[in-house]
């Protein structure tokens, strides 16, 4: 997600202190966190190329797409809001197409359009929000508009929008599509070996040395990590949590993870993590879940494609599918664990 703080990490990887001569690294602070690239077993000038290349990459990306500051997103809204055609800005336009399907097959728990709510709520700005929580007619006015990219009308590279209520914010998901991106020039460049890991959600190619990458996933409400896992080619680890950006008003976490249904924060999951070949899926899916939370995230799971899932439930249960089961290795066996297969799940409601 793009985020406007420097977050803890949400997956760390798992490495010695000192770093071994065949691996090179480079670190910027983009997306609101501090995004590591390391290649490993590379020439120091192929290594050069591809930190530079991403430096710029990852830059732009962060300006085209940052959610509130002034940039082609913070344009595109300008315009969806007077509700007359304009023409599409060529860096938005991937986006939503990338996300269209995924949210519809979230049943829109992962939802781009639901900005004004973000902002309502005090999640727009480059300091975390203290409370209270916003007037609850305000954020009932939001949700009864049902805000939602359908209500974009595209045709070719002309756009309108439908619904005044829509406003983009594409944090649950950029991030995602960014490491794609980033992963596709490193691959280009001719880099075999190599992790780009953003706040902890991450995605690798090849192997560190004779062993697979390595990374663990925190545990939400401790220190350290719950579990960890080897990560092969091609394979993406994200997580959503409600220990990344929230606040505490009389006694209660509001945290920035807001279920569309209700314009409140999601209830019921601590966090979630996914391992998917496509990180944009993953960062999505990720949110979509921790919404859905530990009774619908298996037919959401389904519908998204997804068979490697690990969710924390607000008691510290764990739920976990049969693929991502046989992958973990616990820090510390859990005392309350589900396996459930989102395939099996067809007749859920």
């Given at each position: 997600m793009i985020r406007a703080l420097l977050l803890p990490l949400l997956v760390v990887l798992l490495a010695a202190c000192t770093r071994p001569a065949a691996e090179r690294h480079d670190t910027q602070l983009v997306f609101g966190t501090l995004v590591d690239v390391t290649v490993y077993g590379t020439d120091e000038a192929t290594a050069q190329r591809a930190f530079t290349q991403l430096r710029e990459d990852f830059r732009l990306m962060h300006f085209m797409w940052h959610p509130w500051k002034p940039g082609p997103l913070?344009?595109?809204?300008?315009?969806?809001?007077l509700q007359a055609p304009f023409s599409a800005?060529?860096?938005i336009l991937p986006l939503i197409e990338k996300s269209l399907p995924l949210s519809q097959a979230s049943d829109h728990l992962f939802n781009p359009a639901i900005g004004k709510l973000l902002d309502l709520w005090g999640f727009h700005s480059d300091e975390p929000p203290h409370g209270?929580?916003?007037d609850p007619a305000a954020i009932a006015k939001l949700v009864a508009a049902e805000p939602k990219l359908e209500d974009i009308e595209i045709h070719g590279v002309v756009m309108r929008g439908?619904?005044?209520?829509?406003?983009l914010d594409f944090g649950a998901m950029a991030k995602g599509?960014?490491?794609d991106r980033g992963?596709?020039?490193l691959r280009i460049l001719g880099v075999k070996n190599a992790v780009i890991n953003a706040g902890g959600d991450l995605k690798v190619i090849g192997r560190h040395g004779d062993r697979p990458w390595r990374v663990g996933i925190r545990?939400?409400?401790?220190?350290?990590v719950l579990a960890v896992l080897d990560v092969h080619d091609g394979e993406a680890v994200f997580t959503s949590g409600d220990y990344e950006r929230y606040f505490m008003w009389q006694g209660r976490r509001y945290h920035h993870i807001l279920d569309p249904r209700t314009g409140y924060p999601a209830e019921g999951t601590r966090s979630v993590t996914v391992i998917h070949s496509d990180a944009a899926t993953a960062d999505a899916a990720a949110t979509a879940l921790f919404v859905a939370g530990?009774?619908?995230?298996?037919?959401?799971a389904r519908q998204m494609g997804l068979d490697q899932v690990l969710l924390i439930d607000a008691e510290g249960g764990y739920h976990v599918t049969p693929k991502m089961q046989a992958r973990l290795k616990y820090a510390r066996q859990p005392e309350r664990l589900q396996v459930r297969d989102p395939a099996a799940q067809k007749s859920q409601r």
């Open positions: 913070g344009r595109t809204n300008e315009l969806l809001a800005n060529p860096s209270p929580p916003p439908t619904n005044p209520a829509v406003k599509l960014a490491i992963i596709e020039a545990d939400p409400r401790g220190e350290g530990p009774k619908r995230w298996p037919k959401i």
